[in-house]
């Protein structure tokens, strides 16, 4: 049974971190931005002032609405419209991702006093603790800054070789 969990997990933690990792990669500097550049302090008021079940029903209409952009998706790839499928589906995910995180930081305290949210919650932070304290994750963790690197490094020399070449024209 364990030789049978094993690659199992491998799967299920490459494809959580590699979901993971490229849409928060993007979530996280977009909701940032979104929150410099736009005032909304009248709204993010609004919603650090409602009381837990409202602030539920809130962070919920995000998931709500965007989650069936997922079988839109799935059909526009299915028939042969890939790149909208595929431009549907990484939009739509983004903007649930950005939306319920900037609404999970305004509301978290008040989620928690939720008790079935916050045991939820909890389950899920547990799985994920479990998870990336497998073998399995930290292989791909390893795999994912060995790659990251290669991509600073080879971004690094590009920018070299296009900097010498402007001094040399010069």
């Not at 079940?53 to 998931?63: C, E, G, N, Q």
């Amino acid at each position: 049974m364990k030789r049978i969990l094993k690659p199992v997990t491998y799967i299920l933690a490459a494809i959580y971190f590699l979901v993971d990792a490229v849409f928060m990669a993007v979530a996280r500097p977009i909701a940032r931005w979104i929150g410099r550049h736009f005032e909304f302090r009248r709204l993010r008021g609004w919603i650090r002032s409602l009381p837990p079940y409202p602030s539920l029903a809130l962070f919920s209409v995000p998931v709500i609405i965007l989650e069936p952009i997922k079988p839109v998706a799935a059909y526009l790839a299915a028939t042969g419209q890939v790149v909208s499928g595929a431009a549907t589906f990484i939009i739509g995910e983004l903007l649930k991702l950005v939306l319920v995180e900037r609404l999970f930081h305004l509301t978290r305290d008040k989620l928690m006093r939720i008790p079935a949210f916050a045991w939820t919650y909890g389950k899920f932070t547990e799985m994920k603790a479990w998870l990336q304290a497998t073998e399995a994750w930290r292989a791909i963790r390893a795999l994912s800054r060995a790659a990251k690197e290669a991509v600073a490094r080879a971004r690094a020399k590009l920018v070299g070789s296009f900097s010498r070449l402007a001094t040399s024209r010069d």
